[in-house]
Nanobody
Framework: QVQLAESGGGLVQAGGSLRLSCTAS???????MGWYRQAPGKQRELVAA???????NYADSVKGRFTISRDNAKNTVYLQMNSLQPEDTAVHYC??????????WGQGTQVTVSS
């Protein structure tokens, strides 16, 4: 079973930026990887995904503000988040996409955006 470790979250003001990282314990280069988030009282949602070939997709809510990237040699996936808004406040997780193929979920990393 692959272990996933997310990091890079924190508290930022609206309009600020954060870069999240997710490192896997084994190779992930064959798989589509995604960043998900779960806000209080809401279901976990997929916000960005990157295929093994580098194609990317984004939820409408983050398109143009978030960028997903991956370094397969380091088994690491990144999420650059710009122009953060209070509605981006959530615990952010990485995992395979779609979620039906997910590994066990990691602890996630909290992102809090103040207005």
């Amino acid at each position: 079973q692959v272990q996933l470790a997310e990091s890079g979250g924190g508290l930022v003001q609206a309009g600020g930026s954060l870069r999240l990282s997710c490192t896997a314990s084994r190779s992930i280069f064959l798989y589509t990887m995604g960043w998900y988030r779960q806000a209080p009282g809401k279901q976990r949602e997929l916000v960005a995904a990157a295929t093994s070939g580098g194609s990317t997709n984004y939820a409408d809510s983050v398109k143009g503000r978030f960028t997903i990237s991956r370094d397969n040699a380091k088994n690491t996936v990144y999420l650059q988040m710009n122009s953060l808004q209070p509605e981006d406040t959530a615990v952010h997780y990485c995992n395979r996409a779609p979620s039906t193929q997910a590994y066990s979920w990691g602890q996630g990393t909290q992102v809090t955006v103040s207005s």
